[in-house]
């Protein structure tokens, strides 16, 4: 047992750039959730899957945020035209069961 | 809607005083509890969680919570702060199986030699 990875764990980019991050749950995890923190406030969910699919998105993930999870596996969240706003820890956790998700150490990024 | 609220932003307390983070949520039905801590630039670690059964449920590093149905609370305990214990520490809320969490905003616990 791995945990958790999340690639890159840092991203600095310019305004109006895409940025893609990954993340590779624990294995045999079936469920994988993306959450996003911002400085001082606890995480917000985004979206959760279940295996290959994406059974639950938030208000919070506008259209130019797109995840997917295409073998069941691994999982990219992508930002389009990125915005100062966007600038947060990009939290991933997968779980086993219908309880208990483990984190991964999140990717920070940062619009300038 | 599901709420959680955490009563003070930033505890402090002295090494080997008792530890008490507060959490109060609202669910229209029993909920799910949990309390993550999050130690600097790093993800979330499960410390403890309230399914069914038990309300008094120990966790690791000597935590523990009591889910309290009446109060709407599950607050967070240790009986002696430790150095290592300074963190930031979510309750967090889910409705049902297979549910997103809903995570207060935080408590950033300090502990003073």
């Known amino acids: 047992d791995t945990g958790v990875s999340q690639n890159p764990r840092h991203k600095i980019t310019k305004r109006g750039q895409n940025v893609t991050f990954r993340c590779d749950p624990i294995?045999?995890?079936?469920?994988l959730y993306w959450y996003r923190q911002t400085l001082g406030q606890g995480p917000e969910f985004l979206t959760y899957?279940?295996?290959?699919?994406?059974?639950?998105k938030s208000r919070l993930l506008s259209d130019r945020f797109s995840a997917e999870r295409p073998k069941g596996s691994f999982s990219t969240l992508e930002i389009q035209r990125t915005e100062q706003g966007d600038s947060a820890m990009y939290l991933c956790?997968?779980?086993?069961?219908?309880?208990?998700?483990?984190f991964g150490p999140g990717t920070r990024l940062l619009v300038l | 809607a599901q709420s959680v609220t955490q009563l003070g932003s930033h505890v402090s307390v002295s090494e080997g005083a008792l530890v008490l983070l507060r959490c109060n949520y609202s669910?229209?039905?029993?909920?799910?509890l949990f309390w993550y801590v999050q130690y600097p630039n790093q993800g979330l670690q499960l410390l403890l969680k309230y399914t069914t059964g038990a309300t008094l449920v120990k966790g690791i590093n000597g935590f523990e919570a009591e889910f309290k149905k009446s109060e709407t609370s599950f607050h967070l305990t240790k009986p002696s702060a430790h150095m290592s214990d300074a963190a930031e520490y979510f309750c967090?809320?889910?409705?049902?199986?297979?549910?997103?969490?809903?995570f207060g905003p935080g408590t950033r616990l300090s502990v003073l030699p």
């Open positions: 899957f279940q295996n290959e699919a994406q059974l639950e």
């Open positions: 956790a997968s779980s086993p069961t219908e309880e208990t998700q483990y």
């Open positions: 294995s045999e995890h079936n469920r």
């Open positions: 967090a809320v889910s409705r049902n199986y297979g549910q997103n969490f809903v």
């Open positions: 669910s229209s039905v029993p909920p799910y």
